[in-house]
């Protein structure tokens, strides 16, 4: 038996709540195309996201230790994929569409340059006067402009909805510059799942990596708030922070916060009269969300880690080093074009020359980023 794209989309109409986001309702494509017989378009976004250069590059591009650190470190791929897995999860028990979530969350860093923040700050800079440079614009660049895939346009031609999840993807310290996508309007349930589910695993994950690498230890958090719940919780003495105890705690870490995430903005849907995909919309604010509670301890989890863990000194050198390659390769390809590859030189002749140095410099991994730059000032090293 084969189930057909409108069964499916009869289900989401039969399990998915009022207010959320159903395929069959999708604004659709800017190039219309025939949809698949047994897949929902969401679902067909979700393929064409993963079989990107873009997403493969994503295995060798720093979360938080570059790639020479080691092994078990997480990576921007496998961090993609834990806040897609946190988003699934979240958007189910919420009766949310979970395609959609899994679509924008696995989407929603493939505009990450190589170095993690430390990459994308110094983009930033370094086209301050060209217009800039932000990775969920970037990402947004890949998918309906970098990725060329099909004959007929250019990127993948996404739905509407996984564009506008893109484009509207926001973390606490930042706003998404949603211009074209009704600016007016929140992102939908969707996209602010996958908001959620990325602020979530981040600083779980961070903290996991940083407790492997030593360069935080239980002692030093001890008094934060969420910790000691954490301890309390599992009835564990910080001095009993074995490997198994490290799992068992970023584990109930996950599952706190999920749990609390799912109960508080299922009151706030409540408490809103929340119906339709349009009153989220149009509310006045997110309604997405953990419990004040929870906020608290998250910010002053992640206080912690910004100082202990991303300005910790073995972090920052590498970032400082990550800075000056990146400065280094951007002088020399916009000051010695010819020694950029033929295909890049091309399109920087026909379009923005110092966004296409951009682009190129994007889409690099750390280990690319790395080689090219011993190519061009180790002299021991062939060009």
Request: net charge negative; with cysteine; charged share 30%.
């Amino acid at each position: 038996m084969i189930i057909s794209r409108q069964q499916l989309q009869d289900n989401e109409n039969r399990t998915l709540a009022s207010y959320g986001m159903r395929s069959s309702d999708s604004k659709g494509r800017a190039f219309p195309e025939e949809e698949r017989a047994y897949r929902t378009p969401f679902q067909r976004d979700r393929e064409r996201i993963l079989h990107t250069t873009a997403f493969r590059r994503l295995k060798h591009k720093t979360q938080v230790f570059i790639i020479s650190e080691g092994d078990y470190y997480r990576t921007r791929l496998t961090h993609t994929l834990e806040v897609a897995e946190v988003g699934r999860t979240i958007s189910r028990a919420l009766g949310a569409n979970e395609d959609l979530v899994e679509s924008i969350c696995l989407a929603h860093d493939l505009g990450h340059p190589p170095f993690g923040h430390a990459g994308e700050s110094t983009l930033s800079k370094l086209m301050q006067e060209h217009g800039g440079f932000d990775h969920n614009r970037q990402s947004f660049r890949i998918v309906t402009e970098l990725e060329n895939r099909y004959p007929d346009f250019q990127g993948l031609n996404l739905t509407w909805e996984v564009r506008e999840g893109i484009v509207k993807h926001e973390t606490e310290n930042g706003v998404a510059d949603a211009i074209n996508f009704d600016p007016e309007k929140r992102g939908h349930l969707e996209a602010q799942i996958a908001n959620a589910a990325d602020e979530l695993a981040y600083s779980a994950h961070d903290l996991d990596d940083g407790l492997r690498s030593a360069l935080i230890t239980p002692e030093q958090l001890d008094g934060l708030a969420l910790w000691e719940t954490l301890l309390e919780s599992l009835d564990l003495e910080p001095s009993r922070l074995s490997e198994l105890n490290r799992h068992r705690i970023i584990r109930r870490l996950i599952g706190l916060e999920v749990s609390d995430l799912i109960g508080e903005t299922s009151d706030q849907i409540e408490r809103s009269g929340i119906e339709t995909t349009e009153d989220i919309q149009l509310h006045s604010s997110n309604i997405v969300g953990f419990s004040v509670a929870m906020q608290e301890m998250n910010r002053e989890l992640k206080s912690f880690l910004y100082q202990n863990l991303y300005r910790h000194p073995r972090v920052y050198r590498m970032q400082i080093k990550a800075e000056r390659m990146l400065q280094n390769l951007f002088e020399s390809y916009t000051q010695n074009p010819e020694i950029l590859p033929r295909e890049v030189q091309a399109r920087a002749h026909h379009g923005d020359f110092y966004r296409v140095v951009t682009d190129y410099l994007a889409g690099m991994t750390d280990r690319f980023a790395l080689q090219d730059h011993a190519r061009l000032f180790d002299p021991t090293v062939g060009p």
